[in-house]
C-alpha cells in the first residue's frame, strides 16, 4: 500500500493520520489544531468529556464535514482530494443507531448490501454471515423495532461491516448498552481487530479505553492534552503509592520514624510511601522495610487509574455538550 512508502521510517503504515484539524460552530473553536496517527490494525480511543469535540472529528476523518483547517489522510486517501476513496475504505457507526426499526433485521443487511452494489446472491452470503456472526440469526425476521438495545448495536455493526471497511469509526457504540451488551461489544471490536481492521473509537467510559485502546488521547477543550499507552498516561499523574498498615503501635511509631518521607495516618496506623508501582520500586521497598527490621501487617500498592488521567488532564470538567453536538 503506498501509505507504506510515504512511511518508510514507521513500523506500521498509518490507518489514520491528521495534521492540524481545526473546527469552528459559531465562535466556539471545537477542535483546535489537533494531530493523529493511527497505525492499522490497531484499537485507537478518542477521551474526552461530552463536546469536548470527539464527535466533531470523526465527522470530519468520515468526511461527513469539512475542517475549517489541516489536512488528513484515511486509508491513504486525503479527506479533501479523494472523499469518495475515505468512503469506500470506512465504515462509521454513531452514538444512535442508524437501522430502520420498521423492517427486519435481514432486511436492514440486505438493504445495506445494495447501496454496496453487491450482487443479490453475495448480498445474501454477506447478510447471513454476519448475522451469524453476530449472534442475529433468531432475530433476523422479526422487526429491528422488537430489538434491545445491544441487538439493535450489534446490527449496527454487522451493517457497518457489509462494505468490508478496512477502518471502523465507533461513535460512543456502547452508551446507554447494559453491562453484558457492553462486554458483547467489546469481544466484537476485538475480533474486528485480530481480522486486521482498524478501529477508531471514542467514549467516554474510561475502562472501555482501558480494555481496547492500544492508544488512547485525552481530548479536551479542543486540543488533544495527552497521548499514550493506558500504562503511559498512568504515569503521568502522580498519586501513586505503597501502603504500609499495622496492627501494633509501637511497630507503628517505629517505622514512622524510620520511613521519615512516608505520609502519616496516626488513626488507622497506617504509612503511605509515594511510588510508581513498578516491580523494582517495590522490591527496593522490601528490601530496605527487611533491613531495618520492619514488618507491616498489611501491603497495598495504589496506582493512579485512567480516571485520575482523565481528571487531572481535564480539569474534572463534563464540560456541557457543546455546539458540536447540535450537527448531527
Do not use: C
Not at 102 to 123: F, Q, V
Amino acid at each position: 500500500m503506498s501509505t507504506s512508502s510515504r512511511n518508510g521510517g514507521h513500523p506500521s503504515p498509518a490507518a489514520v493520520s491528521a495534521v492540524g484539524l481545526r473546527m469552528s460552530y459559531g465562535g466556539t473553536t471545537v477542535l483546535d489544531g489537533i494531530d493523529l496517527r493511527i497505525p492499522a490494525g490497531s484499537v485507537f480511543a478518542l477521551l474526552g468529556p461530552n463536546g469536548a469535540g470527539k464527535t466533531t472529528a470523526v465527522k470530519i476523518l468520515s468526511t461527513l464535514i469539512t475542517p475549517d483547517g489541516g489536512q488528513a489522510q484515511v486509508g491513504g486517501h486525503d479527506i479533501a482530494t479523494s472523499p469518495d476513496g475515505v468512503r469506500a475504505a470506512i465504515g462509521v457507526t454513531g452514538q444512535f443507531s442508524a437501522v430502520d426499526g420498521l423492517i427486519t433485521g435481514e432486511e436492514n443487511m440486505l438493504l445495506m448490501a445494495d447501496l454496496h452494489h453487491l450482487s443479490k446472491r453475495e448480498g445474501r452470503r454477506v447478510a447471513a454471515e454476519l448475522l451469524e456472526r453476530f449472534d442475529l440469526v433468531e432475530a433476523a425476521k422479526k422487526p429491528v423495532s422488537t430489538y434491545s438495545g445491544g441487538m439493535k448495536r450489534r446490527l449496527d455493526i454487522a451493517m457497518t461491516l457489509v462494505g468490508a471497511p478496512r477502518i471502523i469509526f465507533l461513535d460512543e457504540p456502547t452508551t446507554g448498552l447494559d453491562p453484558r451488551s457492553r462486554h458483547t461489544m467489546w469481544q466484537i471490536i476485538r475480533e474486528l481487530v485480530s481480522d486486521g481492521v482498524t478501529v477508531f473509537l471514542t467514549t467516554q467510559y474510561l475502562d472501555e479505553a482501558d480494555e481496547l485502546a492500544d492508544r488512547i488521547a485525552v481530548l479536551n477543550d479542543g486540543r488533544i492534552a495527552a497521548e499514550g499507552t493506558a500504562g503511559e498516561l498512568k504515569r503521568l499523574v502522580p498519586g501513586g503509592h505503597v501502603r504500609l498498615r499495622f496492627a501494633d503501635p509501637a511497630a507503628y511509631q517505629s517505622a514512622a520514624a524510620t520511613l521519615r518521607e512516608a505520609a502519616r495516618d496516626d488513626e488507622a496506623l497506617a504509612l503511605q510511601i509515594p511510588s510508581d508501582g513498578s516491580q523494582r520500586e517495590l522490591r527496593s521497598i522490601l528490601d530496605w522495610l527487611d533491613a531495618a527490621g520492619i514488618e507491616a501487617d498489611e501491603l497495598t500498592v495504589h496506582t493512579p487509574d485512567l480516571d485520575d488521567v482523565f481528571f487531572a488532564l481535564t480539569g474534572g470538567s463534563d464540560v456541557p455538550d457543546q455546539p458540536e453536538e447540535t450537527v448531527r
